[in-house]
């Protein structure tokens, strides 16, 4: 494992002695539960809020270090009108450090950290990252708005934050890429976020948290919009009032904004999640 020039508890991969309290920043997550609540809980169009500086930077470099190339054969491509990227979910197949990383961000400590912030208890993680893990987006690519997908197919559980790390260093505005908050009409964008490294969106989901980066990627040849996803869920339904049947993700439209449907899309859309998921993995897409 490369090691990584930095303080903190960078010099601890080489010994392999690193901890919970090396890569987790515990007094910052403390000081931003207590002071930044009310700012998340107020936040337009739903609940979210945008935190710079996070973690400390030779945890992010050191996953840097180790992401996967675009030609990495454990890559989930996804190629549709609405959505193309590459995500990298499967534990074994994610590199040592990053997987240690994206544990300590399912650790009791730190869903500790969420449950205060956002004031949504009893959070549960996702050890299959189903859906997250790591997302690399090449130029041309993007992810229409959407609202994500409300149960996970294994654990039946209730999907109920997002959350999401960028790893993008030296990134320009004309680059594109940002996420964009949406309003519950579908109206008009409420918000935009440029994937800037060590910038991290924590969100709460429902069945109009609208969000996504649906203009296509434009940054240079050889470079690409890197980040880590990360959904924690409970166990049923604590949202009042907001009916929460099973649906998969579902797509939406901006103003003026047209699908083209092609044979692919069409057969994914009418087969349920799980086998769609089975029979891509079998083909190899």
Not at 48 to 67: M, N
Not at 140 to 146: E, N, S, T, V
Not at 181 to 198: C, F, G, I, S
Request: one cysteine or more; a neutral charge; proline letters at 6%.
């Amino acid at each position: 494992m490369t090691l990584i020039a930095g303080e903190g508890g960078s010099n601890k991969l080489s010994t392999g002695t690193i901890g919970l309290r090396d890569v987790l920043p515990y007094e910052r997550m403390k000081e931003i539960a207590a002071s930044k609540s009310e700012e998340y809980a107020t936040a337009r169009p739903y609940p979210h809020i945008v935190i710079d500086g996070f973690f400390d930077d030779w945890v992010l470099d050191s996953v840097l270090s180790e992401f996967p190339t675009l030609s990495d054969e454990n890559w989930e491509r996804h190629d549709f009108p609405e959505e193309v990227k590459l995500q990298s979910k499967h534990e074994r197949s994610i590199p040592l450090f990053t997987r240690q990383f994206l544990h300590a961000l399912n650790s009791a400590s730190f869903l500790k950290f969420l449950e205060n912030l956002t004031g949504t208890q009893k959070l549960i993680g996702d050890p299959q990252f189903e859906g997250g893990g790591l997302h690399q987006i090449s130029p041309g690519g993007k992810l229409a708005i959407h609202v994500d997908f409300n149960k996970h197919s294994y654990y039946g559980l209730d999907r109920r934050l997002n959350m999401l790390v960028y790893l993008n260093r030296n990134w320009k505005e004309q680059y594109g890429g940002h996420f964009e908050l949406w309003d519950k009409e579908m109206t008009q964008m409420e918000e935009r976020v440029a994937p800037l490294y060590n910038r991290v969106v924590i969100f709460s989901t429902s069945s109009y948290s609208y969000h996504g980066h649906p203009n296509p990627l434009n940054c240079p040849p050889g470079m690409t919009r890197k980040s880590l996803a990360l959904y924690y869920y409970t166990l049923g339904d604590t949202l009042r009032g907001e009916p929460r049947l099973r649906h998969s993700t579902l797509f939406q439209t901006r103003p003026g904004e047209h699908f083209k449907l092609n044979g692919r899309q069409l057969a994914r859309d009418l087969t349920p999640p799980i086998l769609w998921r089975m029979v891509s993995r079998i083909m190899g897409s």
